[in-house]
């Protein structure tokens, strides 16, 4: 059956995989997959492929799997449509067929029996198959009809085969299209702004800006602005440690919030604990905090000493007024321990894993070394499901529980900020950031190790910034795991980072679609793009937004082909479209009218130069001092290409009306950018159709230097600048109400 040669058995079994045989870049330049990387990327996948017998016993495992498993590990159906029918491949003799029964219940996500069957006997063969000398039959039954948006599980047994056999699969059913807000939907088209809440300097927080900022910004945007939403960098957890572990984009997990946003002094214990009250009180803790307030830049690891050690004495207290009995079974004794009880439970095993490895990641860490990761540790705690962490659990579950009373504490404060935004009038409200993925050595990657390809990292293929390509050293997870799994991983992130705000930003969405995938070791270029199963996963998107009523926006910048923003459009996601990259074919500045409506518009990201650093070309000198060009004559290309941008800037907003008054059209004129320039570049946005537009708050007030410089980690503060001016200070900065104004005369609003 296999009889080709080595290297078509290796294609064959790549293309099963999802691992693309070619690839096109952004100038359109083929490549084309070599076999070492195909053999590189299969082995990542556990996939045997040494030699060719290794080759053909995959290749029959994988056309064989159907059979044996029993049945397809998840159907994904959507609302509305006919559900088709579902296979079940049973081992029978010859000669038994007559005597199979079958009994399957399906299940929703509560527990209630939603349907029930008895078939058989003299069930209809469909098909058989010999598989090492064991026959399989193959079973069709019809899905039922009348199961609403949803997960669940179907369970199988039957009776009257070689064996008794049981299987089990996931049902998914999902709606068309993602959510779209009512206000939206009406044609609404709203503006916001977008900010780095660990920016925020106040005359209060502790070094960092904190969830009590973030209330007084929601309330001035909303109120006072009219903004419609709020964007936020990604909140997930992070270890708080320079320089591997403070940007958001490579977190401890995904799944779970960053404590050192937590306003301490909100927490009831704070006010309750006579020990808390006099830590607060201390002089010198007072003056730590104050050291951190008035730095330039976020001290991560002194801030979240602080925090934890102030957490600490509140969980000592929370546990002393709230609960009997000793651990591990704690029993709540107040309404304030049934509301963290029924939290833990609501958030189950999800939560308690999040918990677990923090526990065992202190203790290892205390053992072994600060630098010990899981991949260090002991093999009896490198997997989540061995026997000594279940024992390991039992003889420290308070430990566990105190990261559960954290999360607990964050979501609590995070849920009250949704609810203000609604009070202030925002139809969105906060607008999140889902990063692409997590650091492999953190709490994500050790729980969901067996979905992930820890021997492969990601990125992106060559480019004219990057002619090697991009390594962002992140491991991807596997298609075909992911499904085999039922996609719990992603439909726990998706769940988690939907609900606490009204939308969404999908980091590098594409990889919905395709993810450019590096063999562990090998340079970018060696890298090729894998397929995930797209069908199922934007059905999953639009599951969880409809149910969170959570807009989605896809970051599509980059080496996007056409099809996948056509997908993307059809399943209601929106497009994310950043001026500076939104060009003809000529290099001019595409003009309002070209851009879509399903759309959000913003100047500039976190990792481009803002609108000051853009205009005067200081990310360019940056750029120089970090040692990022070839040679001064690369940089001076960049200054005279940049000072072409600047003159059909210029041009673009001088053929809309919008040059300021008594503003030349030189940029010569113009060395620096000015509060009326500014508000132009932001009003010709707001002419667009694109339903969203966002200001970013460091091009409002005039930040020169940009939020990450790619391809740096401590050669530049990344993610580690604190904004000039306080929140006290841009509530009375009047160059926020004369945007205000302007933005809302340029789009209607509801």
């Not at 999902?174 to 009512?182: F, I, L, Q, T």
């Not at 004559?633 to 960049?638: K, L, M, T």
Request: charged letters at 25%; proline letters at 5%.
């Amino acid at each position: 059956m296999y009889n080709q040669p080595e290297a078509e058995l290796l294609a064959l079994l790549a293309e099963r995989a999802g691992i693309a045989a070619e690839y096109h870049d952004i100038a359109g330049i083929r490549h084309v997959t070599t076999d070492e990387t195909r053999r590189a990327i299969l082995s990542a996948m556990g996939f045997r492929v040494a030699d060719r017998v290794a080759l053909v016993e995959e290749l029959a495992a994988w056309d064989h799997r159907p059979w044996v498993q029993g049945c397809d590990p998840v159907r994904v159906l959507q609302a509305g449509q006919s559900p088709g029918l579902w296979s079940l491949h049973v081992r029978c003799e010859s000669g038994e067929d007559s005597r199979l029964q079958v009994h399957w219940v399906v299940y929703a996500e509560n527990g209630e029996k939603r349907h029930e069957r008895q078939e058989g006997p003299n069930l209809p063969i469909e098909e058989s198959r010999i598989i090492a000398n064991d026959r399989y039959v193959r079973l069709t039954f019809p899905l039922p009809e009348d199961l609403s948006i949803g997960y669940y599980d179907a369970k199988v047994w039957v009776q009257g085969g070689a064996s008794v056999a049981e299987a089990q699969f996931r049902v998914i059913v999902a709606p068309d299209r993602c959510y779209v807000p009512e206000a939206v939907q009406s044609g609404a088209r709203l503006w916001g702004l977008a900010l780095q809440l660990y920016s925020l300097r106040s005359e209060r927080n502790w070094g960092v800006g904190d969830f009590r900022d973030l209330s007084v910004v929601v309330e001035w945007a909303g109120k006072t602005l009219g903004c419609g939403l709020l964007g936020l960098n990604p909140l997930h957890a992070l270890k708080n440690t320079k320089p591997y572990h403070i940007s958001p984009y490579s977190p401890n997990s995904r799944l779970y919030l960053n404590e050192l946003y937590l306003d301490i002094e909100q927490i009831a214990e704070c006010h309750t604990s006579p020990e808390v009250r006099k830590r607060l009180d201390d002089p010198a803790f007072r003056a730590q905090l104050e050291a951190a307030r008035k730095s330039e830049f976020v001290e991560y690891e002194a801030v979240a000493a602080a925090k934890r050690s102030v957490l600490d004495l509140c969980y000592r207290a929370f546990l002393r007024d709230n609960f009997d009995g000793v651990e591990p079974n704690l029993q709540p004794k107040t309404a304030r321990g049934w509301f963290f009880h029924s939290f833990v439970l609501q958030e189950g095993e999800s939560l308690l894993q999040y918990a677990l490895f923090l526990a065992l990641e202190d203790e290892r860490q205390f053992v072994q070394s600060r630098a010990a990761v899981w991949a260090d540790w002991p093999e009896q705690y490198r997997t989540p499901t061995s026997s000594a962490v279940a024992e390991f659990k039992r003889r420290h579950m308070k430990k566990v529980r105190y990261f559960q009373y954290v999360q607990w504490l964050v979501a609590e404060q995070l849920s009250a900020l949704r609810r203000q935004t609604g009070e202030a009038g925002m139809p969105i409200g906060l607008y999140h950031d889902l990063a692409l993925g997590s650091d492999r050595y953190g709490a994500d990657g050790w729980r969901f190790q067996s979905v992930l390809a820890l021997k492969a990292d990601c990125g992106a293929p060559p480019d004219a910034f990057a002619p090697e390509g991009q390594n962002w050293g992140l491991a991807p997870a596997d298609p075909v795991k992911l499904r085999a799994s039922g996609y719990q991983y992603l439909i726990e992130l998706l769940r988690n980072n939907l609900r606490y705000g009204g939308a969404v930003r999908i980091d590098h969405v594409m990889a919905l679609f395709r993810l450019f995938w590096i063999p562990r070791g090998m340079p970018a270029s060696k890298g090729t793009y894998v397929h995930y199963p797209a069908d199922d996963v934007l059905a999953i998107l639009a599951l969880e937004s409809v149910r969170a009523k959570a807009l989605v926006v896809g970051e599509d910048l980059g080496t996007v082909p056409d099809w996948v923003r056509t997908r993307l459009t059809a399943a209601g996601v929106l497009s994310y479209r950043v001026l500076y990259f939104e060009r003809t074919g000529d290099g001019r500045f595409k003009s309002p009218e070209s851009y879509p409506d399903q759309a959000l518009g913003v100047v500039t990201t976190h990792d481009l130069p803002t609108l000051s650093g853009y205009w005067e070309g200081f990310d360019i000198e940056t750029r120089a001092k970090l040692g990022l060009f070839h040679d001064d004559e690369a940089r001076r290309a960049v200054l005279a290409e940049r000072q072409v941008d600047k003159v059909r800037l210029l041009a673009a907003l001088k053929a809309e009306g919008l040059l300021p008054s008594g503003l030349s059209d030189d940029p010569i004129h113009i060395p620096v950018m000015t509060p009326d320039l500014a508000a132009a570049i932001h009003v010709y946005l707001a002419r667009t159709p694109s339903c969203l537009v966002l200001a970013n708050l460091e091009d409002v007030i005039g930040a020169r230097e940009q939020t990450n410089v790619p391809g740096t980690l401590d050669q530049h503060p990344n993610w580690s600048r604190k904004l000039d001016r306080s929140v006290e200070d841009l509530l009375q900065d009047s160059r926020f109400t004369s945007l205000a104004t302007q933005l809302r005369g340029a789009r209607p609003l509801v």
